[in-house]
């Protein structure tokens, strides 16, 4: 299962950078959406899965899931989550102010 | 001596707020005491008995890096020239900078350098020399471009900024590869090791790059050509830097190298021949300069070069007067500088065509300038001491260990360079102080200077002198130390003025006197040589276009993509990471697979993950704001599923949440983003796109299936769940991890959040603002 898991997630890494590589800047937005569920679920997996219960110290239970990938992607996802909506702001920003969202656009002036 | 060295770089600290705080005093007058005191600190060394002393501060032990100082006749001579003439500088400089300059700069700078050479000279640590070797260029660099407004210093500085680095970089290199044969970085260790090193396969290379960083310090030829340009520095610090002591650290390096490399004969000839070149080039050269600071530069180069060749004769004779020559050329030529920048202060230009006839209007700079420029020629007068480090020059030429080609020419390009010496020098005072006076071409009424300038080069003369009239009289407390730390076999020299006539120095120095005379007066008819000779061959050209061609290439690589196309730059940073991380991957055998320990596939996983890959997938190629949205929004919350199967409870609702919010906010925005398009790529294009996704996205798959299949080290995860209860007293251990184990790094997470909310915040607000006006 875990080698699925990688399959997938290197599917949401290349669906990402493809998105990345685009020049209109929600589809740059969307890919780094991608980008860190791509490397949420790779954390994951590093941690093996489904290797015992929940890591909620309970009696009689001596099996759990590594905790610490789990701890890890919980900070990611919040700092992710700030920065796909300054990402989102920013955009929405950028093209009311250039009348544009094409990267290619944005290239500020010669010797800026 | 720590003190010693560091004073200077403590006391520059508090240079910047003296100078602001007591307007009315000259800085000049704090600083004039630090060298001062250093100066009488150290002159007690001065002995018959003197023996090296050495201490050590400890400051990197475990790359052997240490505040090693080591104090010999060498040094002590070096030190004390440093703040000797830094004394009589500083006290030159307080007459010769008004108070309107920015003082407190000059200072820093002066004193920064300072420390910088007390440092090169006292070290025994050869990366701690080379630490202060570079911050002497940088503050050589600093002083130069003092006056920053003249496009002149900025070019002077840079030049000599370039060229000098380079050496020392190149000089670094040497001092690596002598630290690995050696096995230590202690100079004195490396000469007691002189054996090893002399027969190591890399001794070529060890001598080239030291002796570049020597000769490029020293300004020998072709490095030469920074000096001149470095005239552009105010006059004390030409007197100090460029000529008493900075252009020397490079003799002092050859200097304290020569133990061990004066047994090859690859050392003889090439520091013999580039000195000996540099004399005779720097002497012709010097005599068609109309500045009077640029005559004193070239003539300073060829005096380099002339102690430069002694140094690589090695023989004790040689020795003992390139010793005596670095004494001799520090009083003579500071006094000439000081003399210049009186001349330079009082008629307002160095123009030797515009000068003339200044004799009876500035009769004491004239008087101290005709002994300095009869000293610098080696008139054979017995108050000269000039006269006495000639001859002696002249004595080692005749007396080579060597019996090459390259030996027997030498006493001749010694006279040679010599003859023009000597030209240069009747030029430099009959061109200023006789002759017809010129005065409604000078800016300024001439007068005699104030007596505080005329201290310094008063004092300097008089060095020259008494060195002159007691020659031996320094000998053996202090010259004969400095010797013997270069050429441990140096024996006492008595310096005498008369041999008799049949002495063969004292002929060469009166055909040097009398064909100097001859070519002196004639010098209008044979000035047409230069001409031919350099003509247009001139290594200036040669640093000037290199530089320019430096500029316009790295310019255009730069453009070359630097193209302001942030997608372009994304891609270059992909492959690279793609290429060096799969052939890293590839060389290494980093590649492993296992299919051992893996968990069991059960059909709801595997439908969620293949609703999720189509999703995904799906995100390329939608065209609707909205559908984009729910497909990402099927992804996320396919992660969050996947979360609750593989028993992760919180993320899985921190996931759900955060997605949540997400999709409200992307819903907000989408209304007021354009609609998606298709992409109006080239097919090219879009499949260089694909390749580099694809390969990114294989690669993680790749190195996760690697990291999984090896297994290197123990979890550490089981500290975390045997302490959660026991240090963090709680039972959820990823909450216990997040808030107490790693507490701080969710402190700063939260700071984080912080911040992008306010951005958020002053993002949307600024454009509020901005409607309103």
Same mark, same amino acid.
């Given at each position: 299962m875990e080698i699925i898991i990688l399959i997938l997630s290197g599917i949401l890494f290349a669906t990402a950078i493809y998105n990345l590589l685009q020049k209109q800047l929600l589809r740059i937005v969307i890919g780094t959406a991608l980008l860190s569920h791509g490397a949420h679920l790779f954390i994951l997996t590093m941690g093996k899965l489904k290797t015992g219960q929940p890591p909620i110290l309970t009696d009689g239970v001596s099996e759990y899931t590594d905790p610490l990938p789990q701890a890890l992607i919980l900070t990611s996802i919040v700092i992710s989550f700030g920065v796909t909506s300054l990402l989102l702001v920013?955009?929405?920003?950028?093209?009311?102010?250039?009348?544009t969202d094409n990267m290619e656009q944005l290239r500020g002036k010669a010797n800026e | 001596m720590i003190f010693a060295v560091l004073i200077p770089l403590l006391v520059a600290c508090f240079i910047p707020t003296i100078s602001k705080a007591k307007s009315k005093i000259h800085t000049g007058i704090f600083t004039f005491f630090v060298p001062f005191f250093i100066f009488l600190y150290f002159i007690r060394f001065v002995g018959e008995d003197f023996t090296p002393i050495r201490q050590t501060y400890n400051w990197i032990p475990s790359l052997g890096i240490n505040l090693d100082f080591y104090l010999d006749g060498l040094s002590l001579l070096f030190v004390l020239l440093i703040s000797g003439i830094g004394s009589l500088v500083v006290l030159y400089s307080i007459f010769y900078l008004d108070k309107q300059e920015r003082l407190g700069h000059f200072y820093v700078y002066l004193l920064l350098f300072m420390t910088a050479m007390f440092g090169v000279v006292l070290s025994d640590n050869v990366f701690v020399l080379y630490t202060f070797w570079e911050l002497t260029s940088i503050s050589s660099f600093l002083l130069i471009g003092y006056w920053h407004f003249k496009e002149r210093s900025r070019y002077g500085?840079?030049?000599?900024?370039?060229? /000098?680095?380079?050496? $020392?970089?190149?000089?670094? $290199?040497? %001092?690596? #590869?002598?630290?690995?044969? @050696? +096995?230590t970085t202690s100079i004195q260790a490396m000469i007691s090791q002189a054996d090893v090193i002399l027969s190591s396969d890399y001794l070529p290379l060890i001598l080239a790059l030291i002796l570049l960083g020597a000769f490029t310090k020293s300004a020998q030829f072709p490095f030469h050509i920074w000096l001149p340009d470095a005239m552009e520095a105010p006059t004390p610090v030409s007197a100090y830097l460029h000529s008493a002591t900075m252009v020397k650290a490079g003799i002092f390096l050859i200097a304290r190298f020569s133990p061990i490399f004066s047994g090859y004969e690859g050392f003889f000839i090439t520091v013999s021949l580039v000195g000996i070149v540099t004399l005779c080039w720097g002497s012709y050269m010097a005599v068609?300069? /109309?500045?009077?600071?640029?005559?004193?530069? %070239?003539s300073t180069i060829s005096q380099l070069g002339m102690i430069m060749a002694m140094l690589g004769f090695g023989t004790t004779a040689a020795v003992f007067a390139a010793v005596f020559h670095i004494l001799n050329h520090a009083t003579f030529k500071g006094s000439l500088f000081m003399v210049a920048g009186i001349i330079d202060h009082e008629t307002g230009t160095?123009?030797?065509?515009?000068?003339?006839g200044?004799? @009876?209007?500035?009769?004491?700079?004239? /008087? #101290?300038? #005709?002994? $300095? /420029?009869?000293?610098?020629? $080696?008139?054979?007068?017995?108050?000269? +001491? !000039?006269?006495?480090?000639?001859?002696?020059?002249?004595?080692a030429t005749l007396d080579l260990e060597s019996a090459s080609l390259l030996a027997e020419l030498i006493p001749y390009l010694a006279v040679l360079g010599s003859i023009f010496t000597f030209v240069y020098s009747m030029y430099f005072f009959f061109g200023v102080f006789t002759g017809p006076k010129q005065l409604n071409q000078l800016p300024k009424k001439p007068h005699e200077a104030p007596f505080g300038m005329?201290?310094?080069?008063?004092?300097?003369? #008089?060095?020259?002198?008494?060195? !002159?009239? %007691?020659?031996?009289?320094?000998?053996?407390?202090?010259?004969?130390?400095?010797?013997?730390?270069? +050429?441990? +076999?140096?024996?006492?020299?008595?310096?005498?003025?008369?041999?008799?006539?049949?002495y063969p120095p004292l002929i060469m120095s009166l055909i040097v006197v009398v064909l100097g005379l001859a070519l002196f007066l004639t010098r209008k008819k044979w000035s047409g040589i230069y001409k031919v000779l350099p003509g247009k061959l001139s290594f200036n050209r040669v640093y000037n276009s290199l530089i320019s061609k430096l500029d316009t290439y790295s310019a255009g690589i730069t453009n070359s993509y630097m193209t302001g196309s942030l997608k372009l730059y994304m891609s270059l940073i992909l492959v690279t990471m793609i290429v060096v991380t799969t052939s890293i991957m590839l060389f290494t055998n980093g590649f492993t697979f296992s299919a051992s320990n893996l968990a069991d596939i059960t059909v709801i996983e595997v439908s969620v993950v293949i609703i999720m890959a189509v999703a995904a997938i799906a995100t390329i190629f939608t065209k609707h704001n909205m559908a984009a949205l729910l497909i990402l929004g099927v992804v996320g919350y396919g992660v969050a599923l996947l979360f609750v199967i593989y028993r992760a409870p919180d993320i899985a609702l921190t996931q759900f949440v955060v997605e949540t919010i997400t999709v409200a906010l992307f819903i907000l925005c989408f209304y007021h983003l354009p609609k998606l398009r298709k992409t109006d790529d080239s097919g090219g294009s879009k499949l260089m796109n694909a390749v580099i996704a694809i390969s990114f996205g294989a690669m993680m798959t790749l190195i996760g299936i690697s990291a999984h299949s090896t297994n290197l080290f123990d979890v550490i995860s089981d500290y975390f769940l045997e302490t959660s209860y026991k240090l963090g007293g709680g039972d959820n251990v990823v909450n216990v991890i997040l808030v107490d184990m790693r507490g701080l790094d969710t402190l700063f997470e939260i700071a984080v959040l912080g911040i992008a909310a306010l951005a958020i915040f002053s993002l949307i607000k600024l454009k509020k603002n901005k409607e309103a006006e």
């Open positions: 920013l955009a929405y920003r950028t093209t009311q102010e250039n009348k | 500085a840079l030049k000599s900024m370039l060229i /000098t680095i380079f050496g $020392g970089l190149s000089m670094f $290199g040497g %001092f690596i #590869l002598l630290s690995v044969i @050696t +096995n068609r300069q /109309t500045d009077l600071k640029a005559i004193l530069a %070239f160095r123009d030797i065509r515009k000068l003339g200044l004799f @009876t209007l500035l009769p004491i700079s004239a /008087t #101290l300038a #005709l002994f $300095g /420029t009869f000293s610098m020629a $080696g008139v054979p007068l017995p108050f000269l +001491n !000039g006269f006495y480090s000639k001859e002696l020059f002249f004595d005329l201290v310094s080069p008063i004092i300097l003369v #008089l060095g020259v002198i008494l060195i !002159g009239l %007691f020659p031996s009289m320094i000998n053996a407390p202090f010259i004969q130390h400095a010797a013997e730390a270069v +050429n441990s +076999n140096a024996e006492y020299h008595k310096i005498s003025f008369w041999h008799g006539w049949a």
